[in-house]
Nanobody, 125 residues
Framework: VQLQAYGGGLVQAGDSLRLSCVVSGGTFSTYDMGWFRQGPGKEREFVAAISWNGKITYYADSVKGRFTISRDNAKNTVYLQMNSLKPEDTAVYCC???????????????????WGQGTQVTVSS
């Protein structure tokens, strides 16, 4: 199973970006999915998660109201729409799949079994 995130870039504060994560080689429609990020000199942190059917979503307080996670099971893709970006959103963003835990521990990276390489998001002030 491979996860590939893309869509990052350099933007200004207040701009928007949409990240995509394509999953190949597995049964994407059965995976709960999450986005995590790691900023410079910071620990990896939870950003958002979505259930396999898209009906349940979770967000970190720091992004609530600005970011939206969604998925298209027909395209094996999970998205992260990021609006009103702030310099503190600068980080490498990674997608991950929760295969076994049904988002019981949605904010904890150790409960996601599959990880993709990240995409860099840089927000200038």
């Amino acid at each position: 199973v491979q996860l590939q995130a893309y869509g990052g870039g350099l933007v200004q504060a207040g701009d928007s970006l949409r990240l995509s994560c394509v999953v190949s080689g597995g049964t994407f429609s059965t995976y709960d999915m999450g986005w995590f990020r790691q900023g410079p000199g910071k620990e990896r942190e939870f950003v958002a998660a979505i259930s396999w059917n898209g009906k349940i979503t979770y967000y970190a307080d720091s992004v609530k109201g600005r970011f939206t996670i969604s998925r298209d099971n027909a395209k094996n893709t999970v998205y992260l729409q990021m609006n009103s970006l702030k310099p503190e959103d600068t980080a490498v963003y990674c997608c991950a799949a929760d295969v076994r835990y049904s988002l019981d521990y949605y904010s904890q990276a150790s409960f996601y079994e599959l990880w993709g390489q990240g995409t860099q998001v840089t927000v200038s002030s």
